[in-house]
């Protein structure tokens, strides 16, 4: 028997998921709502003006390509990109997140199942059943997801650190060019 798509159950999405559409499609208005207001300002083609913030706001940079002639866009174009780049953070971040929360929680429960059968010789021996064998696997969860949050913490400093010193030698490079 075939199943039509209406008769299909929906996958139900979990909470970083959710928060991941809405900021993606968030995002994707505000980038438009810019390139129109700009449009409007400045009388470029839709095209130009999507090039310009599209440029503005993943390089964390003011085009030299189309310079603002008005003093209105001006004035619009620091908040406009701060608040693009603030978005864009939080956009990464929550992908960041959901990487990280499948894979270092499974890795880290893994290793403390297989810590705690190699140390007890059985998962069942010297633990009651019931009660003290579902308290120790909470535990386990709880350790796990400490463990996820400092590697969540340190995978954003070094990529934080990362992207600071590529910024910094691409700046290095373009000065020493220049001299």
């Known amino acids: 028997m075939t199943r ?11 909470f970083p998921q959710r928060t991941l559409t809405l900021q993606t499609v968030s995002y994707i208005l505000y980038l ?23 440029y503005t706001l993943l390089t964390i940079s003011l085009d030299a390509d189309f310079l603002l002639k ?18 864009i953070d939080l956009v990464v971040g929550r992908v960041r997140e959901l990487i990280l929360e499948r894979e270092v929680v499974r890795r880290n429960l893994a290793k ?3 810590k705690l059968i190699q140390n007890n010789g059985t998962f069942n021996r010297n633990l009651r ?11 386990m969860e709880r350790r796990a997801h400490i463990i996820g949050q400092y590697s969540a913490l340190g995978t954003s400093f ?22």
């Open 112 to 114: 403390q199942r297989a």
């Open 4 to 14: 039509t798509f209406s008769e299909h159950t929906p996958l139900p999405l979990t």
């Open 70 to 87: 008005q003093t209105v866009s001006r004035a619009l174009l620091i908040p406009y990109a701060a608040l693009g780049i603030m978005m």
């Open 32 to 54: 438009v709502l810019g390139v129109g207001v700009f449009f409007a300002i400045e009388a470029w083609s839709f095209c130009d003006d999507l090039y310009r913030a599209d």
């Open 129 to 139: 059943r019931g009660k003290e064998e579902f308290d120790c696997m909470r535990k």
């Open 158 to 179: 070094f990529a934080s650190v990362i992207v600071w010193l590529m910024g910094a030698l691409v700046y290095w490079f373009t000065e020493k060019a220049r001299d």
